[in-house]
Every structure is written in C-alpha cells, then in structure tokens.
C-alpha cells in the first residue's frame, strides 16, 4: 500500500519451532536493521541480503541437513503479513572413484599393465557416494567410450570398459573414468595409462653377406626395431649359440643393436649364422635374420709321396714323384714347390718336372734328399704343405770341406780326421799312405771310426814318412770310388799376410784387413802390433784367428807403424808393415782460440788482414828458399871446376837416378871376357861399347835433339862428352856395414892413365836380380834425393886394368833391401873424355829421385878398386863417393 514499509522478516524451516533468520527493521531504516540467526542451525552461514530484488536469505557451505521446506513471513506497516514457503533440494556428488584391473586389483601410478599385444582388457571404474547415484562413464581424450553404467550397491556405481585385440596403437593410450550426478558442478574422474609388452618388428644383419677370412676377427652387427620392452637378442651359429656379444638401445627404447665378435674358421664355411630377438613375455614374439657363411682360407695342402714308391728304399739313379692335396676356398691361383726351403722350378734337362699338383724328379742324386714341401696360394695366402723328408741312399763320398794339408814335425803324433758323407752312415774305413816311392795300409789298431767318420794316428819318423794319406769308406750301397787325400808335410812357419788394407780411420782408431797365407801345416793366429812413429813405443798388440783388426784409444793425429804377422806352432811369419795416422781430433780444427775462458772472436775485417799477412809471409818464404836453393847449386859448381882444374888430385863422381819405370841393365867389363854375376848375363855388346838398352824395343830410344832436354839432361850430356878420364873404383860395401860384404856382387873396375882435369862419372843401379820387393805401404809424395860428391877419401892402391878397352865403363852393385824402393836400379857409367867447360858454363845440378821411405837418410856408396884390377898406387889420389841424403 502506499506509504506502506517492512517492519520484519522471519525464517523459519519445516520441522523447527523456533525461527532460523530474523531480520528486524522497525522504527530504523534499512541499513540499519538487526540481523539474527540461529547458530545450532546455520552456525553463522546464513545472511538476508535485503538490496537484492528479490530478497534473499544466503546459505553457504549448504550441507546435506540444510535441505527441507522453508518459509519466509514478513510483516508490514500497514499490510498484513505474508508468509512464503520454498523447498531447498542439496544434490552430493560422488565422494571417489577407483580404477580396478581384471584381477581385482586397484591400479597404482596411474598405469595399467603391461599387456601382451593381441590380448583382451576389461578395466573396471566404481564411483562411490553422490546424491542422486551419480553418472559413470569412460572417455579416451574427448571421445565418449562406454556409458554403461550399474549400480552395484547403495552409494556404489560401477562402468566396465572392455578392449578386444589389444593393438600396437593402443601403447600408452590414456582412459578417463568420470562420474557425474548433476549439472552444476564438474564431474569427478580418474585416467589409467595402458603399457604394452610388444613383439619386434623387425631383425636385420646390418652390412652384405660378403665372403669371410678364416682366423680372422669381424664385428657383425643385428638391429632389432619396435620390440618393447628391450628384447632378448641371442646369435645362432647353426644350433650352437655364439657368445662374446654386446647391446645398445636407441634414447626412446624402439631400436636395439647388438653385436658380435666372430672369428670364423675354416669347419664354419656353409653354415648358418644368424640373429634371433624376441620379447620373452610374448609367447612366440622371436624373429631372426641369418647368413650362409661362406668361408675363405689359406689353402690346406698335403703332400705325400708317390703311391707305388717306398720312402726307405730310394737310392740315387731312380725316378720319384710327389703327390700334392689341395683344400682351398678360393681356389688356387698358383701350385709351386719347395726344396730345402728354396723353390724349385721346372727344369727338364736337369731331371725336374712340376706338373701342377705333382712333381717328377728323375735320376735322383744325392743333393736332391732334403725336405720337400708343396705350396699353393690363393687370395688368402701360401698355405704350406707338410713336410716329405726325401732319403737317397749312396755310397760314401769325402765331405767338403775338409782339411787336406797337415803339418807335422818328426816323431810327432798327427790326429788325421776324415768325414764322409754316405747313407746310410754305417761305413767301415781303409787307411792307406802313399808316397813317391811305395804305398803302404794303415793298420786298424792306428784309426778308429765312428759311423761316418774316422781318425787315423800317424807319426812320420823319417823324411820318407811324409807322403800323402788316402781314406775309403764303404757301406751297404758300395765302395767309395774317390778316396780322400790328406797330404802329410814338414811343419813350418806360416807365410806372411798379404793385401793388406787400412780402412776406417778416426780420430781414435784404425781398421786392418788382411788376407791370410799359408798356414804352414798348422793352425794359425795373426797378431798385429801398432808402434807410435816418433817414439818408436808399443802402442796396442791385438791377437786374432783371422786377419781383421780394429784397435781403438788411439790418440788423435798422430802416425803409427803397423806390423802384421802370422804365428803357428812352429813360429812366425815375416811382419808385414804398414803406415797409418789417426785423424785430427774436431776441437783441434777450430778457428776459435779459447784463454783463460775468454773466447776470440774473429771479424771479417780482421780475417782479411790475417789472410794478406800470411800471403806476404808466405810469399817471402818461398823467396829466401828458392835463393838459397839457387846459391847453394852455384857453390856445387864452383867446386867442381875447382876440381876439374886442379886435374891431378881426384875426380867427380856424378850420380843419376832413373827415371820411374823405365828399365834398366848393369854390366861388368874385363879384359874381354864376359863375367857372369848373379842373375846376370854380361854380354858382348856391353864390352865393345854398345849401350843394350838401343837394342831393347822396351826402351825410348835416346834423342840427341837438346830442345827435348831439361837443364840437367844437358848438363848430363856436357859431362858425357868430357874428355878421357880417371876411374877408380872400389868393391860394393854394404850400407849397413863398414866392411866389404863378398856375398853381394863385385865391381869391375878399369884403370885408365890419370889425366888432369879428369872427371868420374857413374851411374849407379841395383841388378834386377837382386830387385828387392817391399811391402806396399802407404807415402806420402816421394821428395828430391841428391847425391853429394865426396873427394876426401883416399884410394888403396889401384889394380891393373891395362888390358881394356875404351871407353870404360864401371858398374856399381849395389843391393840393400831395406833400403831401396822395389824395382829401383842404380846405374854407374863411365863417359867419354872430358873437355873442360867455360868458366861461365852453369855447373849441372845431379840429383836422383827418392828411391825409399827408410828412417836414415844417408847411405855413403863408396867406389874402390876391385881385386881384378891389378895396377900402380898413386899416394894421396882421392877417393871419389857419392852419397844418397
């Protein structure tokens, strides 16, 4: 009504005496209106909210008790009172849901299985409490699966979902249950995750099916795909199962690998490797991937003998052949034969014939018994046949090798050995001694015999006792045809070594190789002692059984005397010397002087003035040499004029070398009668003043042209065409000795009239028989020799020499073999008469090349009568000599 306002409202629920909510407005607006409310009843959960249109009385947290029919009065001002009821219906959603597999039991983690591929699943969703009974159903992602739904009791529904065939696709697959009862609220549900067991999609032998190498290693590798979980991976050589494997999975478990190492062998060609993987949980879930092996290997070879052939029977002259088995995967490209070690190839002329897998040897001989063996080869390799051991019998034969010369002294017992090669072995001996003049056997008690081998006693008593030692064997195949010759000689002294060379020289050592000589009947050794040059001092003494030396710790840059000699029982042999030095050490080379720890250092600039000093000086030596050279050959000549002008007094003896290599001759003269020396044959042309060396076509006849000749040539022939001299001579005295040595040659000696101003000339010469050959030794640069003239001596009274003929001619022997290089003759002439020269004539230098390397340098030759020569003395005529230096 107008005007008209609410005073208060009253709740009150169905059942309740008293009321619930009260809210009062009288006398007060409505903001400021009391609220009440029951507290057993809505405990402070209730509130009328009198702004809204219409009215309302909130209720939170509604309980299932707040349910029932309430009613609402409200009194007015002026109207009468109204009263409203209203039902309140409270709905329960269900309280939970459980998730249960076909064995009952409650699935945990939200997983469910696993469950073998192809197999039938019933999972099972129970909701329990709700208000109405709730709505129970199951969903894969949006898609709606089963709404089938009971109620198995009070406050329990219950939805079975049911898979047929469970498929690879249904891995992992997530399926909601939920359950609903109204429409307000969001239903509850609860997923499940289905896990799957899965059998392999696949097996495969990774690579191709190539040939394999026997007895060598390979990796194969199987890869298994889509088996879940991992699957079991077994590898199968025919039914044996193959161990040594190894696994390794993909990051998401789909892909497995496993791989095996396999060493075939040559039993395993043809058969069948594979690969087997299955999932143990699936019954029957195995597949497998496999290969045919197929093997490769080095050839398998046998071989034997020839069929009809008996190994032990076999003697030489017959014909046998091998047989060789082959096993081989490839085949063989090559068949070839071994002897021995050594290849045999096919030689028909000389008995061997190689047919591919067999091989004929005809004629056998004893070289061919050995070890025979067949190689053939493929792309593996040479396999190698076993061993045939070929036994030819023979009759004995002397061994190679053997000793044949023995030296041995009188009434020395001498051990005879002789070794036979026979087959069989089984060989009785005959001894026996022979010499110019009889043939003697050797009793049994004095050698005995070991199978093929025997040792005969001899002692020679006389000198007809050496001879030579003949030995027979004989088995059961025959006589030896050949005995063995063992020659029984004097023992002696071995024979120097000879080629003897210096190699490798250092700074510390030195390398000697000779080559042996005779040993002298016996066993030798070679010694080689190394003195120092300058002190003459035993530096090393080495010992060895053959000639090859190595010394070392030798000092640096000094030079040494090496002596060789062989040595046996009897004694030594002559020492063969040799010359050697040591190199220079390479700190006594350097261009750096160290003092005192400072060390020089020299500048270029200081280099070059260094180097044009020591030009000038150098250049200034050589000046003052060559001067003093100069002078001292006009002091020569000045006294030779003297003495050709003081006539009465002496004469001069000039002295010439040979040249190198040319031959030479020397004579001897007497009262026409030809005197045979040693090794020499005086002939007639010498004696009528015929020079044979015109008469030799091994000589360059002489040119009388003087623009073909030197400076001393010419003098040499100025001195020639003197006028008639005097000659003396001496007999030959040996260089070592200072008394006349008869052994050696005599000198011939012709007495001419003494003339003033006459001069001797000779030309001094070692005969070639008494040629002395030294051993080859290592020199330097052979230098300049000179020949000094001596006219102090005094001549013993001269012979008589009337009765020969002109021109004169006097010949020197003279022989010294330490001394004198090897094939180096002295010869000693006389001239024509001597016409005396101008005064400013320049005096003939007389010089002779160096005719040896020995120690002493000076070796007087004088010249005196000889006893043939019988004539007048003269008191105070002077000895005329020339002396090597």
């Not at 409490?129 to 992602?141: A, D, L, N, S």
């Not at 069948?272 to 497998?288: F, K, N, Q, T, W």
């Not at 001498?414 to 056997?441: G, H, M, Q, R, Y």
């Not at 020679?460 to 000689?489: A, K, S």
Request: glycine share 6%; proline share 7%; charged share 20%.
């Amino acid at each position: 009504m107008p005007g008209d306002k609410v005073y208060l409202v009253i709740w009150y629920k169905e059942g309740a005496i008293t009321p619930i909510y009260s809210f009062d407005a009288r006398g007060k607006s409505f903001d400021q209106a009391r609220h009440w409310a029951d507290e057993q009843t809505l405990g402070g959960r209730a509130y009328f909210r009198f702004t809204d249109d219409p009215a309302k009385l909130t209720v939170e947290s509604v309980k299932d008790e707040d349910g029932g029919v309430y009613r609402c009065r409200v009194d007015f001002k002026k109207s009468p009172t109204r009263n409203t009821k209203v039902n309140l219906t409270v709905l329960i959603p269900p309280e939970s849901l459980s998730i249960i597999d076909e064995k009952g039991t409650t699935v945990q983690h939200y997983i469910i299985g696993p469950y073998n591929e192809g197999s039938t699943v019933e999972i099972t969703c129970i909701a329990t409490g709700g208000r109405p009974t709730p709505r129970v159903t199951w969903w894969q992602e949006n898609a709606l699966l089963d709404d089938s739904f009971e109620t198995i009791s009070d406050k329990r529904v219950r939805n079975v979902l049911r898979l047929e065939r469970l498929e690879r696709r249904h891995l992992n697959t997530v399926y909601t249950c939920q359950a609903s009862n109204n429409n307000l609220v969001a239903p509850i549900s609860s997923a499940v995750t289905l896990d799957m067991n899965l059998r392999p999609l696949s097996v495969r032998l990774k690579g191709q099916n190539d040939p394999l190498s026997a007895d060598n290693t390979y990796e194969l590798v199987c890869e298994v795909v889509g088996a879940r979980p991992e699957p079991v991976i077994t590898w199968w050589k025919g039914s044996i199962p193959l161990k040594n494997t190894r696994e390794r999975s993909s990051p998401d478990k789909n892909i497995t690998t496993s791989t095996l190492t396999f060493v075939p062998t040559l039993r395993d060609s043809g058969k069948y490797l594979s690969c087997r993987a299955g999932v143990p949980l699936i019954a029957d879930s195995a597949i497998e991937d496999g290969w045919r092996l197929n093997i490769h290997h080095v050839p398998i070879v046998t071989l034997e003998l020839g069929s009809n052939l008996n190994a032990s029977t076999i003697r030489e002259g017959v014909d046998v052949y091998f047989e060789c088995n082959i096993k081989s995967n490839p085949w063989v490209y090559k068949v070839s034969w071994r002897h021995n070690g050594k290849t045999l190839f096919n030689n028909a002329s000389a008995g061997t014939i190689v047919s591919n897998q067999s091989l004929v040897l005809q004629s056998v001989t004893r070289s061919r018994a050995g070890i025979y063996t067949c190689v053939g080869s493929n792309q593996e390799g040479d396999g190698e046949s076993n061993p045939v051991n070929l036994d030819v019998k023979f009759a004995p034969v002397c061994r190679t090798g053997q000793q044949k010369v023995y030296g041995v002294a009188r009434q020395e017992a001498a051990k005879i050995l002789c070794e036979l090669e026979a087959n069989p072995k089984d060989v009785s001996f005959i001894w026996k001694f022979n010499n110019t003049s009889e043939a003697i056997d050797i009793q049994q008690s004095h050698f005995v015999a070991d199978r093929a081998r025997s040792v005969a006693t001899y002692t020679p008593m006389t000198e007809l006792d050496y001879g030579t030692l003949l030995c027979w064997g004989r088995n059961e195949l025959g006589h030896q045809r050949h005995p063995c010759v063992f020659h029984i000689i004097p023992a002696g002294r071995p024979d120097p070594v000879h080629n003897c060379s210096i190699l490798n020289q250092t700074a510390e050592s030195l390398h000697v190789e000779c080559t042996e000589g005779f040993d002298g009947g016996l066993p030798q050794h070679f010694v080689m002692e190394v003195f120092d040059t300058q002190t003459h001092a035993l530096v090393s003494n080495v010992t060895n059984r053959t000639p090859v030396f190595t010394v070392g710790g030798l000092e640096s840059g000094l030079g040494f005397v090496i002596s060789v000699y062989a040595a046996n029982g009897k004694g030594r042999s002559d020492a063969v010397p040799l010359h050697a030095y040591t190199l220079k050490a390479a700190e006594k080379r350097t261009g750096i002087s160290v003092a005192q720890g400072t060390i020089l250092h020299i500048t270029p600039i200081l280099a070059v003035l260094v180097g044009v000093v020591a030009a000038l000086v150098l250049v200034a030596v050589v000046i003052v040499v060559v001067m003093r050279l100069r002078g001292h050959d006009d002091d020569d000549g000045d006294e030779d004029d003297e003495a050709m002008r003081n006539g009465g007094t002496g004469g001069v003896v000039g002295v010439r070398g040979t040249r190198k290599g040319a031959p030479q001759t020397a004579t001897h003269c007497t009262n026409g009668v030809d005197e045979k020396t040693p090794g020499q044959t005086l002939g007639k042309d010498i004696c009528d003043g015929t020079d044979p060396d015109e008469k030799n076509p091994d000589i360059i006849p002489q040119n009388n042209d003087n623009d073909y000749q030197d400076a001393d040539e010419k003098a040499f022939e100025k001195l020639n065409n003197t006028s008639t001299r005097m000659y003396e001579t001496l007999p030959h005295i040996h260089p070592h000795s200072n008394h006349m040595d008869s052994s050696y040659d005599s000198v011939n000696v012709m007495n001419i009239p003494k003339m003033v101003e006459d001069i001797t000339y000779a030309e001094l010469a070692l005969p070639k028989a008494h040629t002395v050959y030294a051993p080859p030794v290592s020199r330097r640069q052979e230098p300049t020799v000179y020949a000094q003239i001596d006219v102090s001596k005094k001549v013993p009274p001269p012979m008589d020499c009337s009765g020969l003929s002109q021109p004169q001619q006097l010949l020197l022997h003279h022989q010294h073999p330490p001394m004198m290089h090897p094939q180096t003759q002295l010869h000693m002439h006389l001239h024509q008469p001597h016409h005396p020269r101008p005064e400013d004539d320049e005096p003939p230098s007389v010089e002779t090349p160096l005719m040896s390397n020995h120690r002493e340098s000076t070796i007087p030759v004088p010249v005196l009568p000889q006893d043939q020569c019988r004539g007048s003395y003269q008191p105070g005529q002077r000895v005329v000599s020339a002396t090597r230096f």
